[in-house]
């Protein structure tokens, strides 16, 4: 009897140990209060690199010096504002040597530079085809600005990115969170550069300095994969927090019910 109640008693200080490991490695940002945010910057530029894809909308105070500009766009006055006649216009693909091919002008090189620099060029690269003291008015925006979260989460997905702006925490939320069988020490990122070079960075969620991270802002086709804990089929990792904690409280009844009948 001794015996018995000796490995309930251990199996059950150990469930309740392990419980408690766990919980440490679900929270996020565990040590944020020592963590030094005062070095935080603003998010990285996002500069065009071949294989983007671009929507470039060109308006002017007259419509009709501004329509050679917009490759099939239906004729209207206000296409500027005009979100409807905006997802008809032809998108423009960066090619290999980071050039567009663009309307009237020809090639533009647009490699390399932010979307504010783009509209600057394009804007004054078009500016002599229009009337003296006339500045055409160009908004640059990707349509290819996606982000791919494959792995351990609620549901893997290819996000499409309007703002240009968007963290690896908001990448996952909207895809509904880990599961409680991914790696949050051990993240990867994998990105491509505008040379076709591969990299990789890891993140650790656990750790509030991801919020310092040169990678924490994602940029067009980061690939994030969570990988799956190696007890995965036994849930004998994060999930094992919500799996062992009724147990081990039902062994700790157990063993003081058992010491209780041997008085």
């Not at 147990?247 to 019910?257: D, G, H, K, Q, R």
Request: glycine share 4%; aromatic share 8%; net charge neutral.
């Amino acid at each position: 009897m001794k015996k018995i109640l000796s490995f309930v008693v251990l199996a059950a200080m150990t469930m309740a140990f392990t419980s408690c490991v766990m919980t440490k490695q679900v929270a996020y940002f565990q040590n944020l209060d020592s963590v030094n945010l005062a070095g935080l910057k603003d998010m990285p530029q996002i500069r065009i690199k071949p294989n983007d894809e671009l929507t470039i909308i060109v308006s002017s105070l007259d419509p009709d010096a501004a329509r050679p500009f917009n490759m099939s766009l239906t004729a209207t006055a206000n296409a500027y504002n005009n979100s409807t006649a905006s997802k008809t216009l032809y998108s423009y693909i960066v090619d290999s040597e980071g050039n567009v091919n663009f309307p009237v002008v020809g090639k533009l090189k647009l490699e390399g530079m932010t979307r504010p620099e783009a509209e600057t060029f394009i804007a004054q690269s078009i500016k002599p085809y229009f009337a003296d003291g006339e500045t055409p008015i160009v908004k640059v925006r990707y349509s290819s600005f996606k982000v791919t979260v494959i792995g351990e989460v609620s549901g893997s997905r290819v996000l499409s990115v309007e703002n240009e702006r968007l963290s690896i925490i908001e990448a996952l939320a909207q895809c509904g969170d880990l599961s409680v069988y991914g790696k949050r020490p051990n993240i990867l990122l994998i990105r491509e550069s505008a040379d076709g070079e591969k990299m990789t960075a890891r993140f650790n969620l656990n750790d509030a300095n991801i919020l310092n991270s040169p990678y924490y802002y994602l940029q067009q086709n980061d690939i994030i994969y969570v990988e799956p804990h190696k007890a995965r089929a036994r849930s004998a990792d994060v999930s094992s927090y919500t799996f062992w904690t009724p147990i081990s409280s039902a062994l700790i009844s157990l063993a003081t019910l058992t010491i209780s009948l041997t008085k």
